[in-house]
């Protein structure tokens, strides 16, 4: 097994403060990727990647990026949904790189929901 390199602690230390900041109501945002077997066969991890590299690039801190297995609508993968602090969760289907790179200026950065990629606005929970 190899060694833990103080490098390596460092980075374990940002990702708990990242998520606990959310957590506690300090984060902006969370995007949640679904990865169900049919959403990694429809490209979910091209979607996954991309918003890695987006949220590297900008080197942005508040923003979680979390996965889930499938939502139900195997046809409309790939799918992730937005949630912004204080708003009700938005689910965007059928994504290629170019719409969550889109997505991810627009709403999560910019607050303004993508209406041409959304299928819901709100949770599907029931009770």
């Known amino acids: 097994m190899p060694k833990i390199k103080v490098e390596d602690l460092?980075?374990?230390s940002e990702e708990v403060r990242?998520?606990?900041?959310?957590?506690?109501g300090a984060g902006?945002?969370?995007?949640t990727v679904h990865m169900g077997t049919c959403g990694i066969a429809a490209g979910a991890r091209e979607i996954m990647n991309t918003?890695?590299?987006?949220?590297?690039?900008?080197?942005?801190?508040?923003?979680?990026?979390a996965t889930s297995g499938c939502a139900g609508l195997c046809s409309k993968e790939?799918?992730?949904?937005?949630?912004l602090k204080g708003e009700a969760p938005v689910k965007y289907i059928e994504l290629?790189?170019?719409?969550?790179?889109?997505?991810?200026?627009?709403h999560v950065l910019g607050g303004k929901i993508v209406g041409e990629y959304a299928l819901a606005i709100g949770s599907e929970r029931v009770g």
């Not at 902006?28 to 995007?31: D, G, L, P, S, T």
């Not at 918003?51 to 990026?65: A, F, G, P, T, Y």
């Not at 790939?78 to 949630?83: I, L």
Request: hydrophobic letters at 45%; glycine letters at 0%.
């Open 10 to 12: 460092d980075k374990i």
């Open 18 to 24: 990242r998520i606990t900041l959310l957590r506690e």
């Open 28 to 31: 902006r945002a969370k995007i």
């Open 51 to 65: 918003l890695l590299v987006e949220i590297e690039q900008r080197n942005i801190k508040d923003i979680i990026l």
């Open 78 to 83: 790939p799918m992730a949904t937005v949630e």
């Open 96 to 106: 290629t790189p170019e719409k969550i790179r889109y997505i991810f200026s627009e």
